[in-house]
C-alpha cells in the first residue's frame, strides 16, 4: 500500500512502481480529481427582529446544515467580518447584516449571504400637554400631543383619541391628584407611561361687589331693586 500526499491540485501525476527483486517496472498515470467546493446553501433565516427602543438587543440567528458553521457581515458582498464561527450574532445597533455559510472541513462558503434585519421601534413620545379645569371646578381635563401612539389608557377619565396625535383625557375628578396615562402603538407594542399633577381648580380670589348706591324712598313708593357691579363672568 502506497500513499502520495500534497499534490497540486491543478496536477495529473504518472507513477512509476518498480520491483526490485526482479527488476520490473510498470507505469501508471492519475488525472487530478475535482475538487472544486461543492454548492454550500445560505444560511436559513429563523426571522428579522423588532424590538421597542430601550429594550436589551437579543441575538440575530440562522441556521445551516450539520458540518457548517456562520460568519457575520455587514454587507451582502465583502464588508467587515464581525463574528466568525457563530450562527448567532448580537448587533450593537438597528440594521441589515448578513449571514455566510462555512463548510467547516473544507472551507467552502457559500455564494450567497442570508440578510438578517433588526428594527428598533421609538416609544411613544409626550411632545406637549395642558391641563384645564372645568367650570364647575369640580373635574378637570388633560390634553394631550403624542408621537409614536394611537392608543391611550388612564385609569381616571375619559380618554380620547381625536386622531393627528391628539388625546384628550377628561373628566378627571378634581379629587384625583395625579394620573398616569399608557400611551401605546398597536402595530409594534411598544409603549410609555407619563405621569401628570392635577391642575390647581380651587376657588379664586374674587372681589367684593361694588354696590351701586343706597336708596332712600317715602312711605308708600314701590320698592326698587337694589343693585351692585361685579367683574365680567
Do not use: H, K, M
Request: with cysteine.
Amino acid at each position: 500500500s502506497f500513499t502520495i500526499s500534497d499534490i497540486d491540485i491543478n496536477e495529473s501525476i504518472s507513477i512509476l512502481a518498480s520491483n526490485n527483486a526482479t527488476g520490473c517496472l510498470t507505469s501508471f498515470d492519475f488525472n487530478a480529481p475535482d475538487c472544486n467546493c461543492p454548492n454550500v446553501n445560505a444560511p436559513l433565516n429563523i426571522g428579522d427582529v423588532q424590538i421597542c427602543e430601550g429594550d436589551a438587543i437579543p441575538a440575530l440567528n440562522v441556521s445551516v446544515g450539520a458540518g457548517e458553521t456562520v460568519d457575520w457581515y455587514d454587507a451582502p458582498i465583502g464588508g467587515n467580518l464581525l463574528l466568525s464561527g457563530s450562527t448567532g450574532y448580537i448587533p450593537t445597533s438597528a440594521g441589515t447584516y448578513y449571514a455566510e455559510t462555512i463548510e467547516i472541513n473544507s472551507g467552502c462558503i457559500s455564494t450567497n449571504r442570508t440578510a438578517v434585519t433588526l428594527v428598533i421601534t421609538p416609544l411613544p413620545s409626550l411632545i406637549d400637554f395642558q391641563t384645564d379645569c372645568s367650570f364647575d371646578l369640580l373635574s378637570y381635563s388633560l390634553s394631550l400631543t403624542i408621537s409614536n401612539a394611537d392608543n391611550i389608557a388612564t385609569g381616571a377619565g375619559d380618554a380620547t383619541n381625536n386622531g393627528g396625535e391628539l388625546f384628550t383625557v377628561s373628566n378627571i375628578d378634581i379629587n384625583n391628584n395625579n394620573i398616569s396615562v399608557l400611551a401605546s402603538d398597536t402595530s409594534t407594542g411598544c409603549s410609555d407611561t407619563f405621569d401628570f399633577n392635577a391642575p390647581d381648580c380651587d376657588c379664586p380670589g374674587l372681589n367684593t361687589p361694588v354696590s351701586d348706591g343706597d336708596l332712600v324712598i317715602c312711605e308708600g313708593e314701590v320698592i326698587p331693586a337694589l343693585a351692585v357691579t361685579v367683574s365680567a363672568g
